[in-house]
């Protein structure tokens, strides 16, 4: 993109790799052009802004008037109080590789994740706005393209998502556009995500089923991914590994996890790679916790009430 952008005359600043652990000098970047009376704008996952919020807020770095536009993880009320702590506003943005941007995020939200649907762009609708219906959770949304300029002309497709839709006159400049659709909650059903890299469950499953016990012993109902949340918003990926698996190093696990997540195309890798520097994993000893049918689930969520083992997924 930079040598394009050299080409035509109008150059692109050369990009500077930061490590996620380093996120201070990017807030250092945001305060600089803030004292320049300028608005940095970042876009990025959910818990990168919430990690720069945090080491700004511990730095005393203020970073009043800077925007972020959020996508890719769940963008939740603990993760957008974070970001304003610091004097930042945060708007969220739904998009997808296959449909591109499916909605944009409303300018005067009554939800953390409030978001416009381009209503000319996509047809959204629920098979069972309340109700489960067969392979789909109630709340799934169903897409379907509506331009024929569409990258991939979708008809009916589950992303694999779950929302709430409604209509609401929120008084915002997207409204006045002509796009009065509102959603918000938008969960994943049958994907992990975390740090904004996603994961597609067969693919976990195969790993905590198969991968673990083969090296580390015990049977597949021995090993359990928690997802949770912390007060701050910070995700936190715990692995659980049943006691009654003869004694393991946890480093050990954390790697041979790690590893299995990342032996799929280079996509996987680069996953893998974003985890690891995150340090979102940890692995502990404890009996897997079981779901509300008493099922032990391979991937245990805060806010979702049901995993699935076998997902449908059009992506
Ligand atoms: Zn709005």
Known sequence: MRWVSLLAGTPLPRPDYVPLRD??????????????????????????????????????IALRGAHFTLAGEPITAARLATIR???????????????????????????????????????????????????????????????PTAPLILLNVSLGD?????????????????????????????????????????????VLEVALPARFGGGPTDYQLQEEETRDGRPRLRLLVHPSVSPLDNDAVADAFLEAIGGGSG????????????????????????????????????GRATGRSDPRSAT
């Open 23 to 60: 996120s201070l000098s990017i807030a250092r970047w945001m305060a600089k052009i803030l004292g320049n009376a300028g608005t940095p704008h970042l876009y990025t996952f959910p818990s990168s802004a919430v990690g720069l919020c945090q080491a700004a807020c511990e730095a005393g």
């Open 85 to 147: 702590a610091v004097g930042a506003e945060a708007a969220p943005r739904y998009a997808c590789a296959e449909a591109s941007i499916v909605a944009e995020g409303c300018l005067a939200p009554a939800a953390a994740d409030d978001l416009h649907l381009l209503h000319d762009v996509h047809a959204l609708v629920q098979p069972g706005p309340d109700v489960a219906t067969p392979g789909l959770p109630a709340g799934a949304l169903v897409i379907s393209s509506l331009r």
């Open 162 to 206: 779950q929302a709430q839709l409604a209509h609401r006159e929120c008084g915002c400049p997207l409204e006045r556009l002509g796009w009065t659709t509102h959603l918000h909650t938008v969960r994943s059903f049958e994907k992990l995500t975390a740090g904004g890299m996603t994961f597609l469950d067969r693919d976990l499953i195969r």
């Open 267 to 302: 996509v996987e890798r680069v996953m893998e790679l974003h985890w690891r520097q995150a340090g979102l994993l940890r692995v502990e000893r404890g009996a897997p916790l079981a779901g509300t049918t008493g099922k032990i689930l391979h991937l245990h969520q805060q």
